[in-house]
């Protein structure tokens, strides 16, 4: 095992007056803005002019000149950081020593965990010799940060356990499965099948032991014990990284696996003894850049570190590169200056959260006109595909002073105690991913959750008319733990509202990408949902001033709300309640 290096030596992450800073060798303090994906992409015997994406070596006559001039470039922007997919054998041959580097190792998603047996010593090994190669390159230099020891795991809770039960008996992460099936349910078979559905030719525990898998029952409260499993693999998978890193470099920053713009509460926890910091990508809530409150809060209340963002971004119909933008749902804009903006947006709400220490923008050039490899064709770059700044991006990244932002006192967020605000125009209108609940007033809306760790966000709002409420929620569903694949509507997320201390409720199913349904027929309800990889849920409700004993609203009438939402399978929920006064 190497030396531990003098701390001197080494990057860091300090807390001073209630602010995360990262701090360099030197102590300086700063913060991470950081680009991926900063590499010279395709050669010119490569390229292909019918199909066009960037290739720098058109530009530079070679990898050297294309490093001197690409680092200067970024620090002259006031990027201050090299992130993932980088070409960092180029670029640590570069004489600046002012930007530094974050690479992403791929540890787990090389040797196929968390899905393959992490008990197994064949993937154990393949986790090791990743680990080992990629940090013997670039462990000595002293740019380095630290490492992400993955991308976008996901963490699918579901296929994790389809995936699990697919292994050998002989599998050690099957034989914990079903060492907490056991535990769970007594040992006793009866109980198991309240919660799931046995495949066929499975009709004991010694034959669940020897093959065959488990589906959820409908109604059940299986989802609780399927979250125990993810907790047992994310311990498992963060401790196992962990000390691959430290083995080949003891100094370096552990900086986590940058979540896919969603995560569970049992994979934030149990990273929590292993990390540096909690990372995450962010894919903005609304094409102006802006996010749900909750998100980033409550990742950081879960783990209790700091937060790095991976990635964020943004893209704009008007591009030198032929974008279509049409291959995700990405946060997207008309021009270039508004694209411009949406960055700011998203920058200034990160720098005025205090637990987040860095972000990297997704990514330094334009994907391929045509799409890259699976298709994704956004405009995404600080350069054209032609190697080209977007002026107005970089006009706005190098006009903010970073530290002197992070450094003001964070303002005092409105929110909806201190009065309602009139609803727009058209409160249901617009609902469409990046865009439904955009025109809403957000911030003096907002209702403070009475729940500890919310995945959701409520807003409100009025006219003479009605009250509308709205809902942004994290809701992961999956179809793949159903046997017939079907989500029944006894499983989907609820949400329960209580309005001026009536004991009658208000019921609504949302979700699953199903048609939503509400128990009151005066109620208006519109809902954007979606399955597997769209874990967006989000909501309004119009309240008609009836429902509230009243005629019609008007200025400082008050009015008293207590809601519940309750994500799929009931597997977490949040809570609001409160007397509010409608304001101008």
Known sequence: MRQALPARNSFSIQ?????????????????????????????????????????????????????????????????????????????????????????VLHIGSTAGAPWWDMWDPKVLDRMEQVARD?????????????????????????????????????????????????????????????????????????????????????????????????????????????????????????????????????VARACAPYVDAVSSNLNASWNDGTFARFYLETLHALSGKPVIIGEFYMAARENRSGNKNDRGVYPVVATQRERAAGFRNTLEALLQIPCVIGADWF??????????????????????????????????????????????????????????????????????????????????????PLSEFPLADLYVCWNRRAIYLGLYAQDVVEDLPYRDKIVRASDRAEWSLFLNGSTNSIRARIGAGIEPSVNEPSVRLVNRSGLNGDFRNIAALELPAKLFGKDRFQRDDTIDLASTFFTHCRGYHVEWKGHFTLRD
């Open 134 to 266: 990629q940090i013997r390159a670039l462990r000595d230099d002293p740019r380095l940060i630290g490492y992400y020891s993955d991308n976008e795991l996901g963490w699918w809770n579901a296929s994790l356990l389809q995936m699990t039960f697919e292994q050998a008996p002989t599998s050690g992460q099957r034989h914990r499965l079903l060492e907490l099936l056991r535990q769970t349910y007594r040992n006793d078979w009866s109980e198991l099948l309240q919660d799931f559905e046995p495949a066929s030719g499975v009709e004991n525990w010694q034959e669940l032991e020897q093959h065959g898998t488990l589906f959820l029952r409908p109604g059940g409260s299986g989802t609780r014990t399927m979250r125990r499993f993810l907790a047992l693999l994310a311990e498992r998978y963060y401790s196992l990284v962990h000390d691959l890193i430290r083995k080949y470099d003891q100094r370096a920053l552990i900086l986590g696996d940058r979540y896919q713009s969603f995560y569970y509460p049992e």
């Open 15 to 103: 807390p001073s007056d209630g602010i995360d800073w990262l701090v360099r060798p030197n102590g300086e303090r700063f913060f991470s803005l950081g680009v991926c994906v900063v590499t010279t992409a395709v050669s010119p015997r490569a390229f292909d002019p019918t199909h066009p994406r960037y290739a720098a070596r058109r530009e530079y006559a070679d990898a050297n000149q294309w490093a001197e001039a690409t680092l200067k470039r970024l620090k002259s922007w006031g990027f201050t950081t090299i992130g993932g997919w980088s070409d960092f054998q180029a670029l640590k041959q570069s004489r600046d020593r002012d930007v530094v580097f974050a690479p």
């Open 363 to 448: 990514q330094y050039y334009d994907e391929p006109a045509h799409g890259r490899h699976d298709g994704e064709n956004f405009n995404f770059g600080l350069v054209d595909i032609h190697d080209r700044p977007y002026e107005a991006l970089t006009a706005t990244t190098s006009a903010l002073d970073l530290v002197a932002f992070k450094n003001r006192p964070a303002p005092a967020r409105p929110d909806a105690s201190q009065g309602v605000p009139p609803a727009p125009r058209d409160p249901l209108g617009q609902f469409k991913p990046t865009l439904a609940l955009k025109h809403w007033n957000r911030e003096r809306g907002f209702v403070k």
